[in-house]
């Protein structure tokens, strides 16, 4: 493994881990929106022994399921091809495909804006929101390194000046 690559498969499982928790977030909203919402919550609360009867848990569950079911179908579909892009971007990355890191640095960067606002406008869970932001970014300036280095080994084994000049 090259020098350039060696972090591409860290990346990559970052990326896959993350289409993972997406995949499992996406099909929990469709589970909810095919049954009755409360009683898959009911289910899932039994599984993992908590007292369903509870008034903070029913709280909970009015939240959860206050939702209308087409909005919940909106956001499983949403979150599954989230998950689709990180996939694939991640199996890119595993594979040293050129293309799974453009295609990383435009999406990391697409979204960077909507992950800052997410740190400041919703402080719920803030330290998880700044350490994922903090990862995208050192991912982002890597791979920007790592295409630019590409880039002008490319441009000097050519021949070619690395200039912009015609």
């Given at each position: 493994m090259d020098r350039q690559t060696r972090l591409l498969p860290l990346i990559a499982a970052f990326k896959i881990c993350k289409a993972c928790l997406l995949f499992t977030v996406a099909f929990g909203l469709h589970r909810?929106?095919?049954?009755?919402?409360?009683?898959?919550?009911v289910g899932w609360m039994h599984a993992v022994r908590?007292?369903?009867d509870s008034h903070i848990v029913h709280g909970i569950i009015s939240k959860i399921t206050g939702?209308?079911?087409?909005?919940?179908?909106e956001?499983?579909?949403?979150t599954f091809f989230y998950g689709l892009m990180f996939a694939t971007e991640g199996i890119g990355l595993l594979l040293k495909q050129k293309w799974a890191e453009y295609m990383t640095v435009i999406t990391t960067t697409t979204f960077l804006?909507?992950?800052?606002?997410e740190l400041f406008a919703k402080p719920e869970h803030r330290w998880v929101k700044a350490v994922v932001l903090l990862m995208n970014?050192?991912?982002?300036?890597?791979l920007l390194w790592?295409?630019?280095?590409?880039r002008k080994v490319e441009t000097a084994r050519r021949g070619v000046p690395l200039t912009l000049e015609k």
């Open positions: 909810l929106w095919r049954g009755a919402a409360g009683d898959i919550l908590i007292d369903p939702l209308p079911p087409a909005r919940l179908h956001l499983g579909v949403g804006p909507l992950e800052v606002y970014v050192v991912i982002l300036v890597y790592n295409l630019v280095k590409a």
